[in-house]
């Protein structure tokens, strides 16, 4: 059901101002695999048929995150249950306090662990 075989992990940030937290994280998980070259096919028995993919992300709201853009990130192999909790960052885009700021002005930073293997 889950991985068995662990062929690559990778970590990945992803900011946004206004709060919005989906864009945050579709930009993580962007981050953590746009720049990897993967040979699928010869470094996991059976291709992409056999390939999984797990996201688990950290979000300062993850309640907010629709999950369906997220994996919208991932077209290849099997998904398995992505894991979304509270954690990433809410920041100020103006260098003050967020409980100072409006929230057009807070940055949502969140962060993303993929890993592939089969």
């Known amino acids: 059901k889950g991985m068995g075989n662990v062929a690559l992990v990778e970590l990945g940030s992803g900011c946004c101002h206004g709060g919005k937290s989906t864009k945050a994280a579709v930009r993580a998980c962007c981050d953590a695999v746009e720049w990897n070259s993967i040979k699928v096919r010869t470094i996991i028995p059976g291709s992409y048929e056999a390939m999984k993919v797990h ?15 997220v994996k919208a990130c991932f077209p290849y192999g099997t998904l398995l249950p992505i894991v979304v909790e509270k954690g990433g960052l809410l920041g100020s885009s103006r260098a003050g306090l967020t409980a100072d700021e409006p929230s057009e002005a807070h940055m949502t930073v969140a962060v993303a662990c993929v890993t592939v293997g089969w």
């Open 55 to 69: 996201v688990h992300l950290g979000v300062p709201a993850p309640e907010d995150v629709d999950l369906e853009a």
